[in-house]
């Protein structure tokens, strides 16, 4: 059973560490990757298979992350497991520094596959689970995309591929927070009815919060029962989640938080901590 208070106070510290580590590099992306937080914090302390201390372990699960602006929720996320020392946070953006703005598969222990080009992400995923297939290997492979994301219309490809070849190995998450660098999604390009769209392209659809983590167990769960098509799980979440001045905040879509912002942000997040404790 997943311990859910870890979960929490793991979350808590990735939060942290974004908000600090954009701060020290004066830019990046605070906005989605606080909203996916919760997502990607299930997925390496509670569902996926993988060993910090052998990166390329065979038969380890696969993320992707398609949303690859998020890049420092998933370095916060693996320096946490301890793929790398948490020191490295602080050089984020630096010249020379393995964590660039978005995720290198050549330089960070832990990255599949280098991300930033948006719609891209399920195309590579398909491309992991069909291996998989393939080979007869059972490893799962996991996407976080961004809901802007979603008007590439390559995503749109990619999804048919996935149905086409019924990669019932593949769970993708739609980080569903409503807001893009230049605002609203549902006023400049909406992507709405999500779960139709994506039922019509022949994905079992499962919706659920994205920072509740038991909805978010439970819906991995289902994600693993069904057999003979992907999955797609629709996380309702909040842009900026954890810092009150940033929730549904579109200016910190790509905007880094000023020393005194990142000072109350953190003792916002240590409240949090005492709770847990």
């Known amino acids: 059973m997943a311990d859910i ?3 929490k106070e793991k979350s808590t510290q990735v939060r942290k560490d974004i ?25 390496y302390f509670s569902e996926m298979n993988v060993d910090p201390k052998n990166p390329k372990m065979e038969g380890r699960d696969r993320f992707v992350l398609s949303k690859g602006h998020a890049a420092p929720v998933l370095y916060a996320v ?55 297939k393939i080979s007869g290997e059972d490893y799962r492979t996991y996407v976080l995309m961004g809901d ?7 995503v749109w490809e990619a999804a048919m591929t996935s149905a086409h070849y019924k ?29 139709k769209k994506w039922e019509s392209f022949g994905w079992n659809v499962i919706k659920a919060d994205g920072h509740s983590f038991e909805e978010i167990l439970d819906s991995l769960e289902k994600a693993k029962e069904c057999k003979g098509k992907p999955t ?40 949090v901590e005492e709770i847990l404790d």
């Not at 020290?24 to 909203?35: E, F, I, V, Y």
């Not at 802007?148 to 390559?154: D, F, P, R, S, T």
């Not at 879509?253 to 005194?260: C, K, Q, R």
């Open 148 to 154: 802007g994301e979603l008007q590439e219309g390559q």
């Open 5 to 7: 208070k870890l979960l």
């Open 19 to 43: 908000v600090q580590m954009i701060c020290k590099s004066k830019s990046g992306h605070p906005g989605g990757s606080l909203s996916a937080a919760d997502i990607v914090t299930t997925l």
């Open 78 to 132: 693996l320096a946490e497991k301890g793929y790398f020392d948490r020191e490295l946070l602080g050089t984020l953006r630096q010249y020379g520094s393995i964590l660039q703005g978005h995720p290198d598969m050549k330089k960070v222990p832990g990255i599949e596959i280098s991300t930033g080009s948006l719609g891209q992400g399920l195309s590579v995923a398909n491309g992991m689970a069909l291996s998989a």
């Open 167 to 195: 990669l019932d190995n593949i769970c993708a998450f739609v980080d569903y927070n409503n807001l893009q660098i230049d605002g609203n999604v549902d006023e400049i390009m909406g992507v709405a009815p999500l779960d």
């Open 232 to 271: 797609v799980i629709i996380a309702e979440t909040t842009k900026g989640k954890g810092v009150s001045f940033m929730e549904n905040v579109c200016g910190f879509h790509g905007v880094a938080p000023t020393a005194e912002e990142t000072e109350i942000a953190v003792k916002e997040l240590e409240k």
